[in-house]
């Protein structure tokens, strides 16, 4: 039975102000992507992530319609999908925000106090803080990778004309799966490293300066099944010199994702706030 005060028994959900049930799900994930939201970083890789894929399509426009009509494009219908690579540090950035906020001072008042202290009191269950943080951190990576994919597509069409065919929904799809994985790889990484900044500067140095695992690549194929390499085989056709089906790549990101979010939990389970 509930009381006059909105709070049900032992075992029940509690019913918080404004009649959210506080024993489902829907608060925490709205209370993460409120906070998500609030943070200025984050708002830097959703921009970063909506508008580099298709400046990139203007900028390139002449190089990769020479690059295809001169046949260095094995599959012209990837030149409509690699600007997209770029987009993907929007996601990366998220992935990392989502939780290094956590571990912010909460103000001079009390400098030993990190806001993750906070967090903690309002959701005493770490695993159920983490769920919420990763659910929040999909939908937001999955809108903004749907829009950039959808103008990306549409510019490189309306840009190179005949010389790219049509994206299929599939591809498209996969590009928005593909960035929720990276976002997701970002948030498992911070996770265990307990640093964005180690996080991030380990992802963009190796996504944009200097690829450790593609020149792992030239060593063994196997490196081609690292995480930042197989993910691109699920909507592009030509990755490397080794050939991944897309299905194949995707079970493969989804498999690194999970065991890394797996182990980063079990160690922020057992770590002091």
């Known amino acids: ?13 509690v019913q918080g102000r404004g009649g959210a049930v506080r024993g489902s799900w829907g608060w925490p994930v709205r209370a993460e992507l409120r906070k998500l939201l609030s943070l200025p970083t984050a708002w830097v890789g959703l921009v970063l992530g909506l508008v580099a894929a298709p400046l990139l399509v203007f900028v390139s426009a002449g190089g990769t319609r020479k690059a295809i009509e001169e046949g260095f494009h094995a599959d012209p219908s990837d030149a409509a999908f690699q600007p997209l690579g770029i987009g993907l540090l929007g996601a990366l950035i998220l992935g990392v925000v989502v939780l290094s906020s956590e571990y912010t001072s909460t103000g001079e008042d009390a400098p030993g106090a990190r806001q993750l202290q906070a967090t903690l009191a309002a959701m005493p269950r770490r695993g159920r803080l983490l769920v919420a943080k990763g659910v929040a951190l999909s939908l937001l990576v999955a809108a903004q990778g749907a829009i950039t994919s959808v103008v990306t597509l549409t510019l490189s069409r309306m ?10 929904p599939g591809r498209a799809a996969a590009v928005v799966l593909y960035w929720v994985l990276l976002g997701l790889l970002a948030y498992a990484l911070t996770l265990i490293f307990r640093s964005g900044v180690v996080t991030l500067t380990v992802l963009i140095v190796n996504s944009s300066v200097v690829s450790v695992s593609y020149l792992l690549t030239k060593v063994t194929p196997l490196a081609a099944y690292l995480p930042d390499i197989v993910g691109a085989h699920m909507f592009l056709h030509q990755v490397g010199d080794v050939h991944i089906a897309p299905v194949t790549a995707g079970v493969v990101m989804t498999a690194w994702v ?10 922020f389970r057992r770590r002091e706030p």
Do not use: F, K, T
Request: proline share 3%; charged share 5%; glycine share 24%.
């Open 1 to 13: 039975m509930v009381n006059g005060h909105g709070a049900a028994g032992r075992g029940g959900a």
């Open 258 to 267: 999970a065991a890394l979010l797996i182990l980063g939990g079990w160690m």
């Open 159 to 168: 840009v190179l004309g005949d010389l790219v065919p049509a994206a299929s």
